[in-house]
């Protein structure tokens, strides 16, 4: 005789009225900024001849998800927070959770490709022309984006499929798994399982790439004879290798786990930081200390 759940209430960040107005000032003033950053890179990128290069055609793509990723969770969050909009109904809390997770898997897919297109860059300066072509650098983001997409599809239709009988609280501003999970009455291993098979696959195969790219790339900046040298090499891989250690970090804090039952509030700290923060951060990490970025603008 049990009811299913239709929709849910996300209970936000409690607190007085006046933390969560500031609150909603902080996180409309970041996502504004965040989505003026990225849009800018794209812009520059597009109108900038010297800047029609696989790595800022890889930078573009990861703009344009940020743009996504965040949209997709701070106009909601703000509503959550102030208490015009908590309740979310089945379908969309499901399609929320695709929609982020996949642009998260998306992302780390394209770190990594990233990663390799610096290894390129510094380990095979010559033939990098020919090793990564237009083509190629087309090819290897289209890849990113449908992997990152058809992972977590798995993810999302097991979890649509669980059964919620109440209570219908979600301890969150977002509906992510680890929340959802904790609301299903029926067996929740399956997904637990999925999730963590998927982020194996995703997030350490991709992290991995990553890693090993990074250490040829260390290697070949070790072996060049001039300081000079040495710090223009590295400066060219140093704002990518700030991103990947600021995302890596919360997102292996988040997924990369055997079972679900983590701190929810601790979550909902980590994703701030990993949805609203890191997206913010992005489009400075790449311009502060890019002096071709710097000389289009």
């Known amino acids: 005789n049990r009811t299913s759940v239709k929709e849910f209430i996300l209970l936000g960040f409690p607190g007085t009225w006046q933390f969560r107005v500031s609150f909603v000032v902080v996180f409309a003033l970041m996502y504004t900024l ?13 109108r900038s001849s010297n800047l029609h290069t696989p790595m ?10 940020e743009i996504w990723y965040t949209t997709g969770v701070v106009p909601k969050a703000i509503g959550v927070v102030l208490g015009t909009s908590q309740t979310i109904s089945f379908s969309v809390c499901i399609l929320q959770l695709f929609f982020l997770l996949s642009l998260g898997s998306t992302e780390c897919f394209l770190l ?3 990663a390799y297109d610096r290894y390129l860059a510094i380990c095979c300066p010559l033939r990098y022309s020919s090793l990564m072509s237009s083509v190629l650098s087309v090819r290897l983001a289209l890849s990113s984006w449908l992997g990152g997409f058809l992972a977590i599809s798995l993810l999302a239709f097991l979890t649509s499929r669980q059964t919620f009988c109440g209570p219908d609280v979600i301890n969150h501003f977002l509906c992510d798994i680890d929340s959802c999970l904790a609301l299903s009455c029926s067996d929740t291993w399956p997904v637990e399982l999925a999730t963590f098979l998927v982020s194996i696959i995703v997030v350490v195969a991709s992290c991995a790439v990553t890693l090993v790219s990074y250490m040829y790339i260390i290697s070949s900046i070790l072996r060049i004879q001039s300081g000079h040298g040495r710090k223009k090499a590295f400066s060219t891989c140093s704002a ?5 250690t600021i995302w890596y970090g919360s997102t292996m804090f988040l997924y990369v786990k055997p079972s679900a039952q ?5 979550n909902k700290i980590v994703n701030t930081f990993n949805t609203v923060v890191t997206p913010l951060l ?4 790449y311009t502060l200390r890019n002096k071709e970025v710097k000389l289009a603008l």
């Open 282 to 285: 992005n489009p400075f990490i």
């Open 112 to 114: 990594s490709v990233m």
């Open 34 to 46: 965040t989505v003026i950053g990225n849009a800018s890179i794209i812009a520059l990128v597009w």
């Open 240 to 244: 990518h290798l700030s991103v990947v």
């Open 56 to 65: 800022y055609f890889f930078l573009c793509n990861l703009s344009f998800l």
């Open 262 to 266: 983590n701190s929810l509030d601790v």
